[in-house]
């Protein structure tokens, strides 16, 4: 059975920083691309990030460009989103998801409904 579970969210103030984990079970972690989406109260759930599942090609949302990075580690399962500069609009459930194709993250919408979701981690930003 496929588990992923976010951890890392929480309140912050606006200009502050999070990191979210996303650690992943019951598949097999390095043969995956990861992405990392978000959904705001009342607004569909939008790309965020990706990465390969060599961790060598990642490609970013313009509205997080330059403030978040994301990285893997195969050896750990797990998949990290470094969030810097945080403002109020980026208040909202953070998803990670694994697909075995990261050309799918590339047009920077939803995934196949067969791809992998963990439950989502709350990050809300004060201003």
């Known amino acids: 059975q496929v588990q992923l579970v976010e951890s890392g969210g929480g309140l912050v103030q606006a200009g502050g920083s999070l990191r979210l984990s996303c650690s992943a079970s019951g598949l097999t972690f390095s043969t995956y691309a990861m992405g990392w989406f978000r959904q705001a109260p009342g607004k569909e759930r939008e790309f965020v990030t990706a990465i390969s599942s060599s961790g060598h090609r990642t490609i970013f949302s313009d509205s997080v460009k330059g403030r978040f990075t994301i990285s893997r580690d195969n050896a750990k399962s797990t998949v990290y989103l470094q969030m810097n500069s945080l403002k109020p609009e980026d208040t909202a459930v953070y998803y990670c998801?694994?697909?075995?194709?990261?050309?799918?993250?590339?047009?920077?919408?939803?995934?196949?409904?067969?791809?992998?979701w963990g439950q989502g981690t709350q990050v809300s930003v004060s201003s």
């Open positions: 998801n694994a697909d075995p194709l990261y050309s799918n993250y590339e047009g920077q919408t939803t995934p196949p409904s067969w791809t992998y």
